[in-house]
């Protein structure tokens, strides 16, 4: 009888020292591991989330790591950094993201948006001090957004299931397969040979992120009847405005409902900094 534990152990052993490139990988079959104890709960499934159980499952971990650790170390990171600092940091990973921005635009051959993302990388990687300042608004090089998920479904890949990744949260079967990609050809954190280097600036950039969501997230701790139901729908309606182009279809989404929930996380996060000043 086939061991799937067994042979993603296998596999695991089968892979040698840990190393940069084999990060994606493990993520991706600790994600199995726990998705396949799900898979013997009872009860229909949902069919608007056909994993739902284990996407709750995963959910209920990803939110016990938070409460231990993620977000208490965001709190420490907030308390100690002020503000113009911390704004430093937030936009020089923004910068290294806008590698991975430029080469999803000219895989889905949006080639103005590939050019104004790289006058944007160079600009801010010189005279914005290898991206700590952001001067991109300035000369109207607005940040964009992209990944290999919008590019797999630019080219027609469909989406799959909702799917709840370990510690990376919400995504889709399509998006969590692409999030490998990205990390592996074009995230320059993931390109550099010494992992201790790369695990160091994951852990700032995760922190990071995490600090700027602390408003936020209480807030939907605190009105939320379901917090994963809230945090699913947001998503998907984020990520259909996002393929889209800001016009997804009419039947997908309420525009102004997704407004709403885009600009809760945008205002709490400016919330968050006026506080910290």
Not at 102 to 113: P, T
Not at 138 to 149: A, C, I, V, Y
Not at 169 to 188: E, H, K, N
Request: aromatic share 12%.
């Amino acid at each position: 009888m086939f061991d799937l534990r067994s042979f993603a152990w296998g596999r695991v052993a089968a892979s040698g020292p840990i190393t940069v490139k084999n990060i994606a990988t493990l993520l991706m079959l600790f994600s199995v591991l726990l998705g396949s104890g799900c898979a013997t709960l009872d009860g229909p499934p949902n069919p608007d989330d056909p994993l739902e159980r284990y996407n709750r499952a995963m959910f209920s971990f990803n939110e016990t790591m938070d409460r231990a650790v993620l977000k208490p170390v965001a709190k420490g990171y907030n308390w100690i950094m002020p503000n113009f600092l911390s704004t430093g940091v937030t936009n020089f990973f923004s910068n290294l993201d806008d590698i991975v921005v430029f080469a999803n635009s000219l895989l889905q051959l949006k080639f103005q948006k590939a050019g104004e993302t790289s006058a944007r990388l160079v600009l801010n990687t010189t005279f914005g001090l290898f991206g700590l300042l952001d001067l991109g608004p300035r000369m109207d090089l607005p940040k964009q957004n992209e990944d290999f998920g919008q590019t797999l479904a630019f080219w027609g890949v469909d989406s799959g299931p909702y799917f709840v990744l370990p510690f990376l949260g919400p995504s889709t079967v399509r998006d969590g397969l692409a999030v490998p990609v990205d990390w592996i050809l074009f995230d320059p954190v993931f390109q550099d040979k010494e992992l201790k280097v790369t695990l160091s600036l994951l852990v700032v950039r995760y922190t990071d992120k995490r600090a700027g969501l602390l408003t936020a997230t209480d807030i939907i701790d605190e009105t939320a009847p379901d917090k994963y139901a809230y945090i699913r729908d947001a998503f998907l309606q984020r990520r259909q405005y996002l393929i889209h182009e800001g016009a997804p279809p009419d039947d997908v989404f309420n525009e102004d409902e997704l407004f709403e929930d885009e600009n809760l996380f945008e205002d709490d996060l400016d919330l968050e900094k006026d506080l910290k000043k």
